[in-house]
């Protein structure tokens, strides 16, 4: 079963509500409560700077078991990422030393050294399609699993998943760099499936009139273009070629941002490093508006 729970309205003593056949529930508040909004610290994306236009976009079916080609490291470091039976495994390498500190208006933790992790970028540009990518996210509290559209322009479309929460994810899809995370944000628990300790494939089907994020072809979320303008006429729904990226990253930088991964990473205790694993991943583009 697949429950959406949103909008992300993440403040301490609300009241959010899911949708499951047909019916609306009210729900307490989810563990992950956040204070503030979080920021994102991923490695920066090189880019020849396509703003608009039609996409560059290839079709194709990459299998990591056998091949990366067509996708790029942003982090160079081979050693944040290596190839098994099971696909390519990203790692999350730890700081040298850290200092577990406190945030002095709110007393919320977090880690003044982060650790480098895998992100990798396709080698073209997409103007609406559908991208689907197999994978299995990472064990450890703080480290992040993503999956994402991601446009030089900064829309962005992505899954998000929180390490060691196994029943849980969230969407997210952002206009022109403006990241509003309890807006656009939707928070999303799963009952009978488990997204750390296997694999699942997540979906975004994006086109000019909506979004639909799906797991294993379920559909759990839909955003309609209209639902996304204004009384003005501007509406902010991710429009421009966007690549896509994959990785995992340390939350643990930031206080707001670790408390909603559900981290800091206590480096001490743990016996290897964060990993998480991509199988496999699809990519359709809409002929239409991409030259394929």
Known sequence: MYLFVGPLDLIPGYTDWFCTGGSVYSIPPPSLVVSHPHRRRRPSL?????????????????????????????????NTYQFNSEGMQMVLVGPDSYNRL?????????????AVGATLASDFYMLYGRVSATLKSSRVSG????????????????FEFFGGDSNHLQTNYYYGGEELFTVNGGLHSFDGI?????????????????????????????????????????????????????GIWDSSFDA?????????????????????TVRQISVTCDSRYNDV
């Open 46 to 78: 090189p880019s020849s700077r396509q703003l608009s236009g039609r996409g560059q976009c290839s079709s194709r079916n990459t299998d990591f078991v056998y091949s990366s080609d067509g996708w790029i490291p942003i982090n160079q470091d081979g």
């Open 256 to 276: 707001g941002t670790t408390q909603w991964a559900r981290g800091p990473i206590d480096w001490a205790v743990l016996n290897e490093y964060p990993t998480a």
């Open 194 to 246: 488990n997204v750390v300790d296997d694999y699942h494939t997540y979906t975004i089907d994006w086109s000019p009139e909506r979004i639909q994020w799906l797991v294993d072809d379920t559909v759990i979320r839909v955003r309609e273009k209209s639902e996304a303008c204004q009384n003005g006429g501007v509406c902010k729904y991710p429009s421009s070629p966007a690549r896509i990226q994959y």
């Open 102 to 114: 406190q945030e002095e208006d709110t007393g919320l933790p977090y880690n003044d050294a982060s």
């Open 143 to 158: 480290a992040i699993t993503s999956f994402i559209l991601l446009s030089d322009s900064g829309d962005e479309i992505d």
